[in-house]
């Protein structure tokens, strides 16, 4: 059989633990189109402030259009172990797919004991529920680019130096570890994935491209930190979500780490000429000093993906963020 994203129509169940958010309502849509069942456990947390969020819940009721009967709806948290359990052995998945977490490396080093509970406790929360059932053939775990710190060479694959610099790094790292322990120990198949940069339409978490997109919208000052000069593997949300498809079906992904991202390193001052040929003016940008906290990243080696379970991702920086622009654009005719 060959495997793609799009493969076979199927009744299995899909559990995605933080399916509610960016990545996992793209990973539901997906799976729904190719007949799988899902059901999402959600807590629902907002991370960005709602007093700012423009459009945050039109945004996030977005995510679900046309499909919001087809999904089933827990809403639930990670670190409440005993409805968690609940959830799982009425739903019997035959795949979980974790990504609920707290999501974002600067709430987490100001926040290190949600970070604790979110990233480590909900993962041994599940973790602990898979041990003790039969029906759960793969376990995604969703780790982060954060865990290698600053990059010691580029492109970094998956055997580079763990080194994170963040509370949030250390804390998915600890979740892969947890992951990788549970697995020997209770054969619990698993796959973890380290994506980068996700960006696309229907994130509500200000990260840099919706950011730099609606300041410009706005005609508000872009912050560039050192003249915009670090890099990130900026990558699409659509080809994450069907990275993480193959993942968590492909036979040859089991007990396997990927990287899962566009594969290449873009400066945030690219970001920042895409973004002005899309406006078509010039952009105010503001000069501030480097942010040394925040690891120097690039580009992430994708080739272990690729050959394994041909992850292929389709959209450049150029072409990925002219549909988020476009999508962007109608709120702010
Ligand atoms: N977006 C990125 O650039 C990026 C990069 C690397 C890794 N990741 C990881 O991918 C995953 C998804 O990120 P996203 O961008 O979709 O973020 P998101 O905030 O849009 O989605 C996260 C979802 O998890 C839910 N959640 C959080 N804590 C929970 C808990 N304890 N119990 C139940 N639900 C909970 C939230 O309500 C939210 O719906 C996260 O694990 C994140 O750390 C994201």
């Given at each position: 059989?060959?495997?793609?994203?799009?493969?076979?129509?199927?009744?299995?169940?899909?559990f995605?633990?933080?399916?509610?958010?960016?990545?996992?309502?793209?990973?539901?849509?997906?799976?729904?189109?190719?007949?799988?069942?899902?059901?999402?456990?959600d807590?629902?947390?907002?991370?960005?402030?709602?007093?700012?969020?423009?459009?945050?819940?039109?945004?996030?009721?977005?995510?679900?259009?046309g499909?919001k009967?087809?999904?089933?709806?827990?809403?639930?948290?990670?670190?409440?172990?005993?409805?968690?359990?609940k959830?799982?052995?009425?739903?019997?998945?035959?795949?979980i797919?974790?990504?609920?977490?707290?999501?974002?490396?600067?709430?987490?080093?100001?926040?290190?004991?949600?970070?604790?509970?979110?990233?480590?406790e909900?993962?041994i929360?599940?973790l602990?529920i898979?041990?003790?059932?039969?029906?759960?053939?793969?376990?995604?775990?969703?780790?982060?680019?954060?865990?290698?710190?600053?990059?010691?060479?580029?492109?970094?694959?998956?055997?580079?130096?763990?080194?994170?610099?963040?509370?949030?790094g250390?804390?998915?790292?600890?979740?892969?570890?947890?992951?990788?322990?549970?697995?020997?120990?209770?054969?619990?198949?698993?796959?973890?994935?380290?994506?980068?940069?996700?960006?696309?339409?229907?994130?509500?978490?200000?990260?840099?491209?919706?950011?730099?997109?609606?300041?410009?919208?706005?005609?508000?000052?872009?912050?560039?930190?050192?003249?915009?000069?670090?890099?990130?593997?900026?990558?699409?949300?659509?080809?994450?979500?069907?990275?993480?498809?193959?993942?968590?079906?492909?036979?040859?992904?089991?007990?396997?780490?990927?990287?899962?991202?566009?594969?290449?390193?873009?400066?945030?001052?690219?970001?920042?000429?895409?973004?002005?040929?899309?406006?078509?003016?010039?952009?105010?940008?503001?000069i501030?000093?480097?942010?040394?906290?925040?690891?120097?990243?690039?580009?992430?080696?994708?080739?272990?993906?690729?050959?394994?379970?041909?992850?292929?991702?389709?959209?450049?920086?150029?072409?990925?963020?002219?549909?988020?622009y476009?999508?962007?654009?109608?709120?702010?005719?």
């Amino acid at each position: 059989m060959q495997f793609s994203a799009n493969f076979m129509p199927n009744q299995e169940t899909v559990f995605i633990t933080g399916g509610a958010g960016f990545l996992g309502s793209y990973i539901t849509r997906k799976l729904l189109q190719q007949g799988y069942k899902v059901v999402v456990y959600d807590a629902f947390v907002q991370y960005s402030n709602p007093i700012d969020g423009f459009n945050t819940e039109a945004q996030i009721q977005r995510r679900f259009d046309g499909i919001k009967d087809k999904v089933v709806f827990v809403r639930g948290d990670t670190t409440h172990k005993s409805f968690l359990q609940k959830a799982v052995l009425q739903h019997k998945p035959s795949v979980i797919i974790h990504l609920a977490a707290l999501p974002i490396a600067d709430i987490g080093d100001k926040n290190p004991d949600e970070a604790n509970s979110s990233i480590i406790e909900g993962t041994i929360n599940i973790l602990n529920i898979m041990k003790d059932v039969d029906f759960v053939k793969r376990f995604v775990y969703t780790s982060s680019s954060m865990v290698y710190g600053d990059f010691e060479y580029s492109p970094a694959d998956e055997e580079h130096p763990k080194k994170p610099k963040s509370i949030y790094g250390a804390t998915k790292f600890a979740g892969e570890i947890l992951t990788e322990a549970y697995g020997r120990r209770y054969k619990i198949p698993y796959t973890i994935i380290r994506p980068s940069a996700i960006y696309g339409p229907g994130d509500v978490n200000r990260r840099v491209v919706q950011m730099f997109l609606e300041n410009a919208f706005v005609d508000k000052p872009i912050k560039l930190h050192n003249g915009g000069t670090s890099k990130l593997d900026f990558s699409f949300v659509e080809d994450v979500a069907d990275g993480f498809i193959l993942a968590a079906f492909h036979p040859k992904a089991e007990g396997q780490i990927f990287n899962i991202t566009r594969g290449e390193g873009r400066q945030l001052k690219e970001l920042v000429d895409i973004i002005q040929k899309l406006v078509g003016h010039p952009l105010k940008v503001e000069i501030t000093p480097p942010d040394f906290h925040r690891p120097e990243r690039g580009a992430l080696s994708i080739e272990k993906a690729r050959k394994l379970i041909g992850y292929n991702p389709q959209y450049s920086l150029e072409q990925g963020v002219e549909k988020y622009y476009k999508f962007l654009k109608q709120f702010y005719a």
